[in-house]
Protein backbone atom coordinates (compact mmCIF):
# COMPACT_ATOMS: atom_id res chain seq x y z
CA UNK A 1 0.00 0.00 0.00
CA UNK A 2 1.21 3.66 -0.44
CA UNK A 3 0.31 6.73 1.53
CA UNK A 4 0.79 9.82 1.83
CA UNK A 5 1.90 10.68 5.42
CA UNK A 6 2.04 14.86 5.37
CA UNK A 7 2.41 15.29 9.27
CA UNK A 8 5.28 12.81 9.79
CA UNK A 9 7.71 14.69 12.19
CA UNK A 10 6.16 18.44 12.63
CA UNK A 11 4.58 19.17 8.90
CA UNK A 12 7.46 19.69 7.64
CA UNK A 13 7.59 22.51 4.51
CA UNK A 14 10.44 23.45 1.77
CA UNK A 15 11.22 27.04 1.54
CA UNK A 16 10.92 27.84 -2.42
CA UNK A 17 11.72 31.46 -2.81
CA UNK A 18 9.54 33.02 -0.58
CA UNK A 19 6.76 30.53 -0.70
CA UNK A 20 6.94 27.74 2.01
CA UNK A 21 5.02 24.36 0.24
CA UNK A 22 4.40 21.42 2.39
CA UNK A 23 6.11 18.43 1.81
CA UNK A 24 4.38 15.24 1.08
CA UNK A 25 5.84 12.25 2.35
CA UNK A 26 5.46 8.52 -0.03
CA UNK A 27 7.26 5.38 1.19
CA UNK A 28 7.19 2.76 -0.98
CA UNK A 29 7.92 -0.81 -0.55
CA UNK A 30 10.29 -1.15 -3.85
CA UNK A 31 11.92 2.36 -4.04
CA UNK A 32 15.39 2.16 -4.40
CA UNK A 33 16.10 6.07 -4.13
CA UNK A 34 14.87 9.19 -3.15
CA UNK A 35 12.38 11.21 -6.22
CA UNK A 36 10.52 14.42 -5.66
CA UNK A 37 8.04 16.01 -8.16
CA UNK A 38 6.17 19.17 -7.49
CA UNK A 39 2.19 18.75 -7.36
CA UNK A 40 0.63 19.92 -10.66
CA UNK A 41 -1.05 22.68 -9.11
CA UNK A 42 2.08 23.50 -7.25
CA UNK A 43 0.24 23.07 -3.90
CA UNK A 44 3.10 20.45 -2.37
CA UNK A 45 6.08 19.23 -3.19
CA UNK A 46 6.22 15.24 -3.17
CA UNK A 47 8.42 12.96 -2.03
CA UNK A 48 8.82 8.90 -2.50
CA UNK A 49 11.66 7.21 -0.53
CA UNK A 50 11.87 3.41 0.61
CA UNK A 51 10.44 2.49 3.68
CA UNK A 52 13.21 2.74 5.73
CA UNK A 53 13.88 6.23 4.85
CA UNK A 54 13.73 9.35 7.20
CA UNK A 55 11.66 12.07 6.57
CA UNK A 56 14.70 14.45 7.81
CA UNK A 57 16.41 13.16 4.75
CA UNK A 58 13.35 13.44 2.65
CA UNK A 59 13.37 17.67 3.69
CA UNK A 60 17.01 18.44 3.13
CA UNK A 61 16.70 16.55 -0.27
CA UNK A 62 13.92 18.98 -1.36
CA UNK A 63 15.54 21.79 0.30
CA UNK A 64 18.93 21.11 -1.96
CA UNK A 65 16.73 21.29 -4.99
CA UNK A 66 15.03 24.10 -3.93
CA UNK A 67 16.44 26.30 -7.21
CA UNK A 68 14.70 23.53 -9.61
CA UNK A 69 11.57 23.68 -7.57
CA UNK A 70 11.38 27.37 -8.00
CA UNK A 71 11.63 26.79 -11.56
CA UNK A 72 8.99 24.44 -11.85
CA UNK A 73 6.57 27.03 -9.75
CA UNK A 74 7.57 29.44 -11.95
CA UNK A 75 6.13 27.60 -14.83
CA UNK A 76 2.68 27.03 -13.27
CA UNK A 77 0.35 30.01 -14.99
CA UNK A 78 -0.97 32.79 -12.54
CA UNK A 79 -4.89 32.13 -12.65
CA UNK A 80 -7.34 34.61 -11.10
CA UNK A 81 -9.20 34.20 -8.35
CA UNK A 82 -12.64 32.22 -9.13
CA UNK A 83 -14.92 34.04 -8.34
CA UNK A 84 -17.41 36.57 -9.96
CA UNK A 85 -15.47 38.42 -12.73
CA UNK A 86 -12.59 36.14 -12.63
CA UNK A 87 -11.61 34.14 -15.40
CA UNK A 88 -11.06 30.32 -16.31
CA UNK A 89 -9.69 28.79 -19.53
CA UNK A 90 -12.52 26.89 -21.56
CA UNK A 91 -11.68 25.43 -25.06
CA UNK A 92 -8.39 27.02 -24.52
CA UNK A 93 -9.79 30.35 -24.60
CA UNK A 94 -10.15 32.94 -21.10
CA UNK A 95 -13.58 33.01 -20.23
CA UNK A 96 -15.27 35.44 -17.68
CA UNK A 97 -17.10 34.62 -14.33
CA UNK A 98 -20.64 36.55 -13.96
CA UNK A 99 -22.42 35.24 -10.99
CA UNK A 100 -26.07 37.17 -10.96
CA UNK A 101 -28.20 36.10 -7.49
CA UNK A 102 -30.74 36.19 -9.42
CA UNK A 103 -29.64 33.87 -12.55
CA UNK A 104 -29.98 29.99 -13.21
CA UNK A 105 -27.76 28.06 -10.89
CA UNK A 106 -26.53 26.49 -14.12
CA UNK A 107 -23.46 28.05 -15.95
CA UNK A 108 -24.51 29.00 -19.26
CA UNK A 109 -21.70 30.49 -21.78
CA UNK A 110 -22.11 32.88 -23.83
CA UNK A 111 -19.14 35.31 -25.53
CA UNK A 112 -16.64 34.30 -23.34
CA UNK A 113 -18.73 34.93 -20.12
CA UNK A 114 -20.29 32.04 -17.94
CA UNK A 115 -23.18 33.59 -16.23
CA UNK A 116 -24.67 31.51 -13.16
CA UNK A 117 -26.33 32.09 -10.05
CA UNK A 118 -27.22 30.58 -6.79
CA UNK A 119 -25.50 30.26 -3.74
CA UNK A 120 -22.01 32.23 -4.41
CA UNK A 121 -19.96 30.23 -1.83
CA UNK A 122 -20.76 26.67 -4.37
CA UNK A 123 -19.75 28.82 -7.34
CA UNK A 124 -16.38 27.14 -8.32
CA UNK A 125 -17.72 23.51 -7.29
CA UNK A 126 -20.94 24.09 -9.85
CA UNK A 127 -18.13 25.77 -12.46
CA UNK A 128 -16.34 22.23 -11.92
CA UNK A 129 -19.54 20.24 -12.65
CA UNK A 130 -20.50 22.27 -15.88
CA UNK A 131 -16.84 21.84 -17.12
CA UNK A 132 -17.14 18.02 -16.29
CA UNK A 133 -20.67 17.75 -18.35
CA UNK A 134 -19.08 19.97 -20.83
CA UNK A 135 -15.69 17.40 -21.35
CA UNK A 136 -18.24 14.27 -21.26
CA UNK A 137 -20.06 15.46 -23.82
CA UNK A 138 -17.17 16.59 -25.93
CA UNK A 139 -14.97 13.21 -25.64
CA UNK A 140 -17.78 11.55 -26.34
CA UNK A 141 -18.56 12.87 -29.57
CA UNK A 142 -14.36 12.50 -30.01
CA UNK A 143 -14.56 8.85 -29.00
CA UNK A 144 -17.18 7.95 -31.59
CA UNK A 145 -15.63 9.91 -34.65
CA UNK A 146 -11.76 8.43 -33.62
CA UNK A 147 -13.60 4.84 -33.20
CA UNK A 148 -15.09 5.11 -36.65
CA UNK A 149 -11.98 6.23 -38.42
CA UNK A 150 -10.07 3.26 -36.54
CA UNK A 151 -12.83 1.02 -37.84
CA UNK A 152 -13.32 -0.29 -34.28
CA UNK A 153 -16.55 -0.29 -31.75
CA UNK A 154 -16.81 2.82 -29.40
CA UNK A 155 -16.29 1.44 -25.88
CA UNK A 156 -17.22 2.73 -22.21
CA UNK A 157 -15.80 6.41 -21.65
CA UNK A 158 -15.10 7.89 -17.98
CA UNK A 159 -13.37 10.68 -16.40
CA UNK A 160 -10.23 10.81 -14.85
CA UNK A 161 -9.36 12.95 -12.45
CA UNK A 162 -5.65 11.32 -12.24
CA UNK A 163 -2.76 13.87 -11.32
CA UNK A 164 0.01 12.34 -14.31
CA UNK A 165 -1.72 10.78 -17.04
CA UNK A 166 -4.42 12.61 -19.19
CA UNK A 167 -5.57 9.47 -20.81
CA UNK A 168 -5.57 5.35 -20.64
CA UNK A 169 -6.97 2.44 -21.94
CA UNK A 170 -7.96 -0.44 -19.39
CA UNK A 171 -7.79 -4.12 -20.47
CA UNK A 172 -11.21 -4.14 -20.87
CA UNK A 173 -11.32 -1.43 -23.41
CA UNK A 174 -12.78 1.00 -20.91
CA UNK A 175 -11.20 4.58 -21.95
CA UNK A 176 -10.48 7.19 -19.59
CA UNK A 177 -10.35 10.77 -20.26
CA UNK A 178 -8.72 13.76 -17.72
CA UNK A 179 -11.61 16.09 -17.79
CA UNK A 180 -9.52 18.58 -17.30
CA UNK A 181 -8.27 18.98 -20.57
CA UNK A 182 -11.65 20.36 -21.66
CA UNK A 183 -9.62 23.50 -20.80
CA UNK A 184 -7.51 23.01 -23.84
CA UNK A 185 -7.32 24.02 -26.76
CA UNK A 186 -9.77 20.98 -28.31
CA UNK A 187 -7.16 19.94 -30.48
CA UNK A 188 -5.09 19.09 -27.23
CA UNK A 189 -8.37 17.43 -26.13
CA UNK A 190 -8.76 15.10 -29.31
CA UNK A 191 -5.22 13.89 -29.78
CA UNK A 192 -5.42 12.22 -26.31
CA UNK A 193 -8.61 10.77 -27.11
CA UNK A 194 -7.21 9.45 -30.54
CA UNK A 195 -4.58 8.56 -28.24
CA UNK A 196 -6.49 6.29 -26.41
CA UNK A 197 -8.08 5.04 -29.65
CA UNK A 198 -5.22 3.40 -31.18
CA UNK A 199 -4.37 2.15 -28.10
CA UNK A 200 -7.50 -0.11 -28.71
CA UNK A 201 -5.99 -1.51 -31.35
CA UNK A 202 -2.54 -1.68 -30.36
CA UNK A 203 -1.78 -2.07 -27.10
CA UNK A 204 1.73 -0.73 -27.20
CA UNK A 205 3.68 2.26 -28.30
CA UNK A 206 4.95 0.07 -31.85
CA UNK A 207 5.38 1.94 -35.55
CA UNK A 208 2.00 0.51 -35.83
CA UNK A 209 0.37 2.34 -33.25
CA UNK A 210 2.01 5.31 -34.17
CA UNK A 211 1.13 5.16 -37.44
CA UNK A 212 -2.83 4.43 -36.43
CA UNK A 213 -2.80 7.55 -34.76
CA UNK A 214 -1.32 9.47 -37.36
CA UNK A 215 -4.05 8.03 -39.94
CA UNK A 216 -7.07 9.16 -37.40
CA UNK A 217 -5.69 12.08 -35.93
CA UNK A 218 -7.01 14.98 -38.16
CA UNK A 219 -3.98 17.29 -36.99
CA UNK A 220 -0.38 17.77 -36.00
CA UNK A 221 -0.03 15.39 -33.17
CA UNK A 222 3.35 17.57 -32.52
CA UNK A 223 1.87 20.54 -31.55
CA UNK A 224 -0.40 18.80 -29.26
CA UNK A 225 2.08 17.14 -27.57
CA UNK A 226 4.22 20.47 -27.46
CA UNK A 227 1.47 22.07 -25.80
CA UNK A 228 0.89 19.58 -23.26
CA UNK A 229 4.06 19.56 -22.37
CA UNK A 230 4.81 23.37 -21.97
CA UNK A 231 1.20 24.31 -20.44
CA UNK A 232 -0.27 20.96 -19.24
CA UNK A 233 0.52 21.89 -15.53
CA UNK A 234 -1.54 24.86 -15.71
CA UNK A 235 -4.89 22.81 -16.21
CA UNK A 236 -4.45 22.01 -12.70
CA UNK A 237 -4.56 25.65 -11.22
CA UNK A 238 -7.73 26.55 -10.99
CA UNK A 239 -9.59 23.53 -10.21
CA UNK A 240 -6.74 21.28 -8.31
Same mark, same amino acid.
Given at each position: ???????? !????? !?? !??? !?KLPLAIRRHATA???TMRLAPDGSEVR? &??????? &???????????????????????????????????????????????????????????? &?????????????? +?????? #?????? &??????????????????????? +?????????????????????????????????? #??????????????????????????ANAWLKVYGRGL?????
Amino acid at each position: MIDWLRKE !VSDPE !VA !VGE !VKLPLAIRRHATAKRMTMRLAPDGSEVRV &TLPRWGR &TAEALAFAESRADWLARQLGKIPQTSELKSGGTFQFLGEDVTIDWQADAPRKPVIADKVV &TLGGPESSLVTRIQ +RWLEAE #ALALMQ &TDLSEYCEAASVTAPKLRLSRAQ +RRWGSCASDGTVRINWRLVQAPPLVRRSVVAHEV #AHLVHFDHSPAFHALLGQIYDNDIEIANAWLKVYGRGLYASFG
